[in-house]
């Protein structure tokens, strides 16, 4: 052993057997720490933030004043950060590694769009400002606007809702309220099978009747088996065109133009717009109304679970049903249409859906984001998708079970299926066992038209070498389910966290902490 | 293209690999009709951050930002001081780009987070459990309201007059196509709420009651009665709170029998944003807790026994339930709820405190120095940072005038009641701790000049 001569080795001694991990008495293991509750290890007494002094008054709050012990723990400011920086070391994300969780599209988040979201003149106005104060505001709205109606080939698009299910809300009503104004009272939504979860429900929520659409057997809609059931009771149809198998609709137009001489109209779930920005517009295929997730094509961050933002595109027909509020152009200034000024010549809104404008921290993001790719750069974007897509797909195909692969190209989204894994392997194994290789695992068990499904959605922000590595990582699972390696069913084993009980977590709910001294004494 | 990191070589290797001569074969199943050959026409290509960074900044320059003009705006949205560290920290990466936790070994940063922010939020507004966020106040709202429906079978909402009008309207569109009736008027210039008004109304077929507390003008009252009322008839009280660090200073809602408190949790950590992104806070009582719309995160163990955070109770919602689920909702405001949680680990609950006695000072003594210019009349008997100004001519004008001056005066009552030109002289002035004495000063010397 080489050593200075003070005594400091400067060479490892070989790892022998009785060198692994031990465990260590706090728990932590070097870099993986750790970390416990705020109701754990802050105190009510506690702050991380100094005050001026408040003025000496005679109170206003009559005798509303809170005098019980709320409970809430504060930190110091150094330990908030650590808190915090530590939380943030047990979470995967985007920019530690490849992210493939179909139909989401996680991309590369831009920082240029976190600066220009955070610019004062954004991030530090208020939404009833006169609006003499607010035109750069309304100028973005309106600009993000245009490149959205521009690169969908529709109409119009509302900008208000919130995110993805809040658009899908906003395209059935719009479709609801255009067939109330001409008098014709429906009550069925169509929706694929394949369809996301929230399709089904915003129809229901709209107080429409939702019935399946069935597939084909190469995964697309089966146009015969829609047009024979169209009729006088359907409203829409809701199609997620590319669709949750990963397949481009070929019919699409001839569908639209049935449902159109049906009287009926055509929602579009814009989810998968990634695969087809700049390479096909909606409003060529006869789409009525489809929501955009800003946080999926146009790059605005998941943040965890949102905030998202859903502008939903319309047609010409129901372009007179959008929501409240939107900006208008006149003359050289910007307005804010809002109920006072609609009566004059938006009278057959449908009403408003939030409180102020929409996400205007997402479209400062989203058109920051356009800007930097333009109309080359995006439709660059649909073809790497795409690509990256395809190259997973038949990179894959000889080790895992491809449902669709022989029907024609994928789109940007690559689906497997658990079809010749090792009897009691599963899509679960699968997914867990990525985790450990270093990745997010994909989109499991969705769509539900496929036994086991496994959705790869990589995006076009990843490199040759990083899908190369993915591709290596899911080859040696798939061998490893195939062949019934039984240490993949305790995987993940590197993770910060084993595989969890969410049953137990569902069964006897802990929603909140409670302090264990109080729960014993309350027993 | 900076954010492409395929080379052309690449994309030849990668095409020969998936046996195609070109990206267009990729695109075979695209109607001939309908594919685009080339880029759309009248859009601009590509361009550098400098430029683009360029082309924004002019834009945000066209606005006057709340921290340029002394500024008194709420109705909604508020403007607070927000730590350095609650920005710095929700920028990182590990938060700022994971997804929702669907696999939570390798999501227990956000999981542990939701958590502890469900506990303070339920804290906060004095109920038992508390979801992980929706979209906002006004959906958060609505939601409330077809959540009480599901409870008492019953569909038939009492919203009261001092409720958030835009919060109202949200109700209205959505309700239209529910079914449900509720029942609204626009508040008048009263220096006490409507709530003997509300509790009068009260029936069997009342589904809820939706008050706002403080409400849009300010006035704060005891909302036991009021629950007492509801609950003897059979019906649930909801409370709406769009400033919650008023709960630093007056009774939690959730302590004064309110069954669902629903709130804006903008003013802690979140910023104005000029509307959105928001965060909607949505608690209640423990016995409806599987009627609640939303993302929920329970705490469970892991394989090997240690303390874990996954998402529960998920067969409410969409993705398991699809028609049947209790709400659309997917999305919530993870970030938002993120940039709360922090803020209020950052005040803890002696700094909350403080922040909502400096605010209540500072709002007081604005209050008795604007009522002293001649032609203001002060409405409120009670409130907390936020009041309403009768002034004599229409407030929209007053506020458009000063703005012109670079004071972002308040929000006027013609603004949010376009329907009610009866109460058009109101001003609803909010006063945080961002307001200086000289703000007030302005504002009280511009005011004095307007009204002259």
Known sequence: MSMLKEGRPTTPVPVKEAHMAPQTATGNRALMLEEALIFEIGSTDTTGVDFAAAPQVVSRLGSLARTDSIGLPGLSEQETVRHYTRLSRQNYAIDLGLFPLGSCTMKHNPRLNEKVARMPGFADIHPLQPQSTVQGALAVIHELAAWLVTLTGMHSVAMSPKAGAHGELCGLLAIRAALEARGDARSVVLVPESAHGTNPATAAFCGYKVEDIPATAEGRVDLEALKARLGPDVAAVMITNPNTCGLFERDMKTISDAVHAAGAFVYCDGANFNAIVGRVRPGDLGVDAMHINLHKTFSTPHGGGGPGSGPVVLSEALTPFAPLPFVEKQGDSFALVEEETAEDHHAQTFGRMVAFHGQMGMFTRALTYILSHGADGLRQVANDAVLNANYILRSLDDVLDAPFGGSGPCMHEALFSDKGLAEGFTTLDIAKGLIDEGFHPMTMYFPLVVHGAMLVEPTETESKAALDQFILALRSLAERAKAGDEALKGAPYHAPRRRLDETLAARKPILTWTDPALAIAAE | ?452
């Open chain 2, 1 to 452: 293209m900076r954010y492409l990191p395929l080379t052309d070589t690449d994309r030849q290797d990668m095409l020969s690999v998936i046996g195609a001569s070109s990206i267009d074969d990729l695109f075979v199943d695209v109607p001939a009709e309908a594919r685009l050959t080339g880029t759309i026409a009248g859009l601009p290509d590509h361009a550098s951050e400098l430029a683009v960074e360029r082309h924004m900044g002019a834009l945000a320059r066209k606005n006057l930002s709340a921290g340029e003009a002394p500024f008194f705006l709420g109705a909604g949205a508020y403007k607070h001081h927000v730590p350095a560290s609650v920005d710095h920290l929700i920028q990182r990466g590990e938060f700022l780009t994971a997804y929702t936790p669907y696999q939570p070994e390798i999501a227990q940063g956000t999981l542990q987070v939701l958590f502890e922010f469900q506990t303070q939020v339920a804290r906060l507004l004095g109920v038992d459990v508390a979801n992980a966020s929706m979209y906002d106040g006004s959906t958060a709202c609505w939601e409330a309201i077809g959540m009480a429906r599901r409870i008492t079978k019953r569909g038939k909402a009492l919203l009261s007059s001092g409720l958030h009008p835009h919060y109202v309207s949200v109700a209205n569109t959505m309700a239209k196509f529910t079914g449900d009736a509720l029942v609204h008027e626009a508040p008048t210039l009263d220096a006490t709420t409507d709530i003997d008004a509300l509790i009068a109304s009260i029936d069997k077929d009342t589904s809820c009651v939706v008050v706002q507390y403080p409400d849009i003008l300010g006035r704060i009252a005891d909302l036991t009665p009021l629950a007492d009322a509801a609950h003897a008839a059979g019906a649930l009280l909801v409370a709406v709170v769009t400033e919650p660090v008023a709960l630093g200073a007056i009774k939690a809602p959730g302590h004064m029998g309110a069954d669902i408190v629903v709130g804006e949790g903008q003013s802690i950590g979140v910023g104005l944003q000029f509307g959105g992104p928001y965060l909607g806070l949505f608690g209640c009582k423990q016995k409806y807790v599987r009627q609640m719309p939303g993302r929920l995160c329970g705490e469970t163990v892991d394989a090997a026994g240690k303390r874990g955070f996954v998402l529960t109770l998920s067969t409410r919602e969409q993705h398991i339930r699809r028609e049947k689920a209790t709400s659309n909702i997917c999305t919530n405001s993870g970030l938002c709820a993120l940039a709360f949680s922090i803020h209020m680990t950052l005040l803890g609950e002696r700094g909350l405190r403080e922040l909502a006695t400096l605010n209540h000072g500072l709002a007081v003594q604005a209050a008795d120095r604007l009522a002293k210019v001649p032609g203001v009349t002060l409405l409120n008997d009670g409130f907390f940072n936020e009041f309403t100004l009768v002034l004599t001519k229409d407030a929209r004008d007053v506020v458009r005038t000063l703005a012109d001056k670079g004071i972002l005066a308040g929000v006027s009552l013609g603004r949010l009641f376009p329907d009610a030109p009866q109460i058009g002289n109101g001003l609803v002035v909010a006063v945080t701790e961002t307001v200086t004495a000289e703000d007030i000063e302005s504002l009280a010397a511009a005011l004095e000049e307007e009204l002259a």
